[in-house]
């Protein structure tokens, strides 16, 4: 029986970068038994990626197009990846050449001995500032201690898959995606290969701190209560600050202190207790809204040219 690997690449305003990875994937590839397609997703690109892929397509048979109909993110492009893949191990990468195509042969090597999710770790990190760097290490290490689910640290998306993974993931229709949680939580036997993150190839990234910081809370409100449970943390502090507040007042105006005279005592408090409702309200209000977008049902993608036409 022959072999088939898919590499998936969302792409999104990636012209410069696409010619570079389409080689560099060749020549991983090359060595490799068996066959192999590129699945490109591209993610409502405007800067003439969409005309380059279907020009690749065209040239090789194993370039396969999935466009979408306008951009819906870079993980439902990764979503719609693995929907179109047709390979027993599927590689997931970011087409701006940060994740090296000359790692895919490694992971499939460590597919090979057996492991059915084979994770990139980020050992170093080259071209990005220091404050990026700080940012992840800290999403990484909170969101590991607060979810039940063990996300390995410094990880992004670049991974292989087994088939029985990605069947597995396919069934999992949230909207709100962490495709790097959702392929921890699966389990299955997985192990990590470190690599050296390299600076992007070409052309600016796509990920700007505001989108960081959406992933994060992605990430954190699929795979957490803990922003719940840190609303009710704070009422029962609030409570019992208040509990050890008032026989202390009582006893100051006994002994005729005029400590707690005026309202600044009560504005304070008051302020303290709304501050403490409006935060609960907001993290409550995360996790409605998030229901309210599983219960509207919409598609998470739209294609408006697939592989085969």
Do not use: C
């Not at 979408?68 to 701006?96: C, L, M, P, S």
């Not at 071209?127 to 640290?153: C, H, M, N, Q």
């Not at 410094?154 to 495709?179: A, S």
């Not at 400590?259 to 409006?278: D, H, P, S």
Request: aromatic share 12%; no cysteine; proline share 5%.
């Amino acid at each position: 029986m022959t072999i088939m690997y898919s590499i998936v690449a969302p792409i999104f305003n990636e012209l410069e970068n696409l010619p570079e990875l389409y080689r560099r994937v060749l020549h991983a590839m090359s060595d490799m038994h068996g066959n192999w397609e590129l699945v490109l997703v591209d993610d409502g690109s405007n800067d003439g990626s969409t005309e380059a892929i279907l020009a690749l397509a065209k040239q090789d048979k194993r370039v396969r197009p999935v466009i979408f109909a306008r951009n819906f993110g870079h993980q439902v492009a990764i979503t719609a990846g693995w929907d179109y893949a047709r390979g027993d191990a599927v590689v997931i990468i970011d087409a701006d050449l940060q994740d090296p195509p000359e790692l895919i042969p490694e992971l499939i090597w460590k597919w090979r001995e057996g492991f059915q999710v084979v994770y990139a770790v980020r050992a170093e990190r080259e071209g990005e500032t220091w404050f990026k760097r700080l940012t992840a290490s800290l999403f990484y290490r909170i969101i590991y201690r607060i979810t039940d689910v063990k996300i390995p640290v410094d990880t992004g998306d670049f991974r292989l898959m087994d088939r029985k993974v990605v069947d597995v993931l396919k069934t999992m229709g949230e909207r709100h995606r962490f495709p790097r949680g959702m392929s921890a939580w699966v389990g299955f036997r997985q192990v990590g290969v470190p690599y050296r993150r390299e600076a992007r190839h070409a052309g600016v990234t796509k990920y700007p701190f505001r989108k960081m910081l959406k992933l994060a809370l992605n990430a954190i409100t699929a795979f957490s209560y803990f922003p719940l449970q840190l609303a009710t943390y704070f009422g029962f502090l609030s409570a019992g600050l208040a509990a050890l507040a008032i026989p202390v007042v009582i006893v100051m105006r006994l002994v005729g202190s005029q400590f707690f005279e005026g309202q600044a005592t009560t504005l304070i408090a008051v302020l303290f207790l709304g501050g403490v409702q409006l935060i609960s309200l907001g993290v409550l209000g995360e996790y409605l809204g998030r229901v309210y977008d599983e219960a509207k049902g919409r598609p998470l993608y739209i294609v408006s040219r697939g592989p085969e036409e």
